[in-house]
């Protein structure tokens, strides 16, 4: 079984080297701690999320809320090359944090929510503050579980207008649609530069909007025979062009 992670600040790590001694307090030392109740000896990985990691084992154990770790080694998980972003749709209910947890877990790179026409939720005032804080926390906690230095950055929410100046920057810029005349599968590829993916809500992406993204050079391409659903949909598109451009070789 490979070691929990745990996140750290960025200085702790960036100036230690190996058989340093990082202590684990706050929030990830009372987990570390009292709930996997992690004993001297167990191996430990520590990160910052932000691509700076460390391998260690536990050496002492403080009561139910700090841990020592000595570190054997650290590492860097470099800039992801082509980066990966999907522009996800809001779903409704709890499906947008599965969608932020699964495509974590894959290995997408960006996630935007996006405040689609045909969107049920809508985030405004302190319910849409609280809801990006509740991707951006799934986005950290799915991280550790799949063992990433480098977590997804969970932006700003965006409209589509807004959205228009990333689309133009991208090498690859596409939308999700049933009836794109194209498979994402054997669509052309840039050699390098970010890839965007678009991913609407339940109800479709409006006509307006395809046009809108057509003009900043996202085209339509479908996935497959069948329809996935908003929560789906960037999962299985991340994981595709994750495979297709080796990133996962």
């Given at each position: 079984?490979?070691?929990?992670?745990?996140?750290?600040?960025?200085?702790?790590?960036?100036?230690?080297?190996?058989?340093?001694?990082?202590?684990?307090?706050?929030?990830?030392?009372?987990?570390?701690?009292?709930?996997?109740?992690?004993?001297?000896?167990?191996?430990?990985?520590?990160?910052?999320?932000?691509?700076?990691?460390?391998?260690?084992?536990?050496?002492?154990?403080?009561?139910?809320?700090?841990?020592?770790?000595?570190?054997?080694?650290?590492?860097?998980?470099?800039?992801?090359?082509?980066?990966?972003?999907?522009?996800q749709a809001l779903p409704k209910g709890d499906r947008g944090e599965l969608a932020v947890e699964t495509m974590?877990?894959?290995?997408?790179?960006?996630?935007?929510?996006?405040?689609?026409?045909?969107?049920?939720?809508?985030?405004?005032?302190?319910?849409?503050?609280?809801?990006?804080?509740?991707?951006?926390?799934?986005?950290?906690?799915?991280?550790?579980?799949?063992?990433?230095?480098?977590?997804?950055?969970?932006?700003?929410?965006?409209?589509?207008?807004?959205?228009?100046?990333?689309?133009?920057?991208?090498?690859?810029?596409?939308?999700?649609?049933?009836?794109?005349?194209?498979?994402?599968?054997?669509?052309?590829?840039?050699?390098?530069?970010?890839?965007?993916?678009?991913?609407?809500?339940?109800?479709?992406?409006?006509?307006?909007?395809?046009?809108?993204?057509?003009?900043?050079?996202?085209?339509?391409?479908?996935?497959?025979?069948?329809?996935?659903?908003?929560?789906?949909?960037?999962?299985?598109?991340?994981?595709?062009?994750?495979?297709r451009t080796g990133r996962w070789s």
């Amino acid at each position: 079984m490979t070691a929990p992670v745990f996140v750290v600040e960025t200085a702790q790590l960036a100036t230690a080297a190996a058989g340093a001694v990082v202590r684990l307090d706050g929030p990830e030392g009372r987990h570390a701690a009292a709930v996997k109740r992690l004993m001297p000896g167990e191996a430990v990985t520590l990160t910052d999320g932000l691509g700076l990691g460390g391998d260690g084992t536990v050496t002492a154990v403080h009561g139910k809320d700090a841990l020592d770790i000595t570190l054997a080694e650290l590492r860097t998980e470099p800039e992801p090359r082509p980066r990966i972003t999907v522009v996800q749709a809001l779903p409704k209910g709890d499906r947008g944090e599965l969608a932020v947890e699964t495509m974590t877990e894959v290995g997408v790179d960006v996630v935007i929510p996006w405040s689609a026409a045909r969107c049920i939720t809508q985030w405004k005032g302190e319910r849409g503050a609280k809801a990006l804080a509740k991707w951006r926390s799934t986005a950290r906690e799915a991280g550790k579980q799949a063992r990433r230095l480098r977590f997804p950055e969970v932006r700003e929410p965006m409209t589509t207008r807004q959205l228009a100046p990333l689309l133009a920057a991208a090498a690859f810029a596409g939308v999700l649609h049933e009836e794109g005349a194209e498979p994402l599968a054997t669509a052309a590829l840039p050699g390098e530069g970010d890839l965007v993916l678009i991913v609407g809500p339940e109800g479709g992406v409006s006509p307006e909007e395809l046009a809108a993204f057509a003009e900043s050079g996202a085209r339509p391409y479908r996935l497959g025979p069948s329809v996935l659903r908003t929560s789906t949909a960037g999962v299985a598109a991340g994981a595709l062009l994750l495979g297709r451009t080796g990133r996962w070789s």
